[in-house]
């Protein structure tokens, strides 16, 4: 089961302008700014209610969020679904068919852990799934 969406990731191509305009847009700035090396990005987070926000800019050339905003321009990049066990949500969207990318249960930010499903696989939305340590 799915526990909630965790966020929605934008793809930016310049952070510090996506943050002062995310800001302005939300009313209060990032609960936090990091970067995610595994993934090649740098991430800023927005709490907004009970769900938050996640700006993404590329760290590299060859990260996924630079090969996406050259090709389709800035904008919501993906839809992120909290997990209780990822290990297990994996193995039962693999058995439903989902192409599981490569990399599944690698760190992510603020000390999760992450897997993608390919976004053929859900409609054309590129799917996160996390995990956060207990507690
Ligand atoms: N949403 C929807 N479709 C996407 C997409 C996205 N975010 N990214 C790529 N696609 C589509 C492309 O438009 C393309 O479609 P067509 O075949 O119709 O042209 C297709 O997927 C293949 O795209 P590509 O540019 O050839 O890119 P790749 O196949 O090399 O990679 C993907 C695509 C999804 C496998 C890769 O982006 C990936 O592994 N993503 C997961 C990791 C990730 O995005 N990390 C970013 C940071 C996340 C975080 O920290 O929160």
């Keep these: 089961m799915l526990d909630k969406i965790d966020h929605l990731g934008i793809a930016v191509r310049d952070l510090e302008a996506a943050i002062a305009r995310y800001t302005a847009l939300v009313g209060s700035g990032p609960n936090h700014v990091e970067e995610v090396a595994s993934q090649k990005v740098r991430v800023a987070m927005f709490a907004v209610g009970e769900s938050r926000i996640e700006l993404l800019e590329a760290t590299a050339p060859d990260s996924p969020v630079a090969k996406f905003v050259e090709k389709r321009g800035e904008g919501l990049h993906h839809v992120c679904y909290r997990v209780p066990n990822l290990r297990e949500a994996l193995s039962r969207l693999a058995q439903e068919g989902m192409e599981v990318l490569p990399g599944a249960g690698d760190a992510g930010a603020g000390g ?15 799917t996160e799934l996390v995990e956060y340590p207990a507690g």
Excluded: I, T
């Excluded at 999760?112 to 590129?126: D, E, I, M, Q, T």
């Design 112 to 126: 999760s852990r992450v897997a993608f499903l390919h976004p053929k696989s859900v409609h054309g939305v590129l």
